[in-house]
């Protein structure tokens, strides 16, 4: 079975960068047994409904302004899995075969790391803004089988996402940005997926730390797919700017 992988992607930049976190990324990638394909659910294709990209050749997407021309260079052009798509919209329903986006920067970022051959079959599923917390989870509980299938599935966003307290001079975070995301980190240890779902809803840090919740959501994915008692491990656990956590967790 294929673990379920959430990772932090934080900045575009890391695509570019050899630092801690591409070097994990690239741990993780020579580690895992290498999958059929990858589905990835980034918090960057929002969307009304559920879509799934189903072309031959997904384009590379370059989702952001104002980075250096370096970065708008980068093409990862791994191939897309038509048949993978329809394999996924059996599984989730009511889900639009897309033509159109292709793979952002939060497939993109990481996977040129992990998987810097591109010849890895890679779809992406949208997030879909008419869903609640709990009905992204259940998303995530339906694409289980797929781990069976050699499918690794990656949710990239970051447990903590609060660009409007970013202090790029800050080396640590927040306090209420330190003790979300160790509280997150514990609720997942102790497979208390319930407390992960509903703290959208709670107040005070978790209003900081989580001011929208498109970051937070593709956790709830790989929550959704993973089994009970399964091993995990976090990775890249840091806190950049104050405000952005690059932490990750592998299950199984």
Not at 36 to 56: E, F, P
Not at 142 to 169: A, F, K, Y
Request: aromatic share 10%; proline share 5%.
């Amino acid at each position: 079975m294929m673990p379920a992988l959430f990772v932090g992607h934080g900045s575009p930049m890391n695509a570019l960068s050899e630092n801690d976190f591409s070097r994990e990324w690239k741990r993780l990638g020579a580690t895992i047994e290498r999958p059929r394909a990858i589905l990835a659910v980034s918090a960057h294709w929002l969307r009304r409904g559920t879509a799934v990209t189903a072309m031959t050749q997904p384009a590379t997407i370059h989702d952001f302004y104002g980075f250096p021309e370096e970065l708008f260079s980068v093409q990862y052009q791994a191939p897309g899995s038509p048949e993978l798509a329809r394999r996924v919209a059996d599984l989730v329903g009511s889900t639009a075969l897309d033509q159109e986006w292709g793979l952002d920067h939060g497939t993109w970022s990481v996977l040129v790391h992990m998987y810097p051959e591109a010849n890895i079959p890679v779809i992406q599923l949208s997030l879909d803004i008419q869903l609640s917390a709990q009905e992204h989870y259940d998303l995530g509980r339906r694409l289980q089988p797929l781990r069976e299938e050699g499918v690794l599935i990656l949710g990239s966003g970051d447990i903590v996402h609060n660009l409007g307290r970013m202090d790029w001079g800050r080396r640590q975070g927040f306090d209420w940005a330190e003790s979300v995301n160790e509280q997150v980190k514990q609720w997942i240890k102790a497979e208390d997926h319930r407390s992960v779902i509903d703290c959208e809803k709670l107040g005070g840090d978790f209003k900081q730390a989580i001011p929208t919740p498109d970051h937070f959501w593709p956790l709830l994915y790989v929550l959704g797919a993973s089994k009970v008692g399964e091993a995990m491990e976090f990775f890249n656990d840091a806190i950049l700017f104050g405000a952005i956590s690059m932490t990750g967790v592998k299950i199984g």
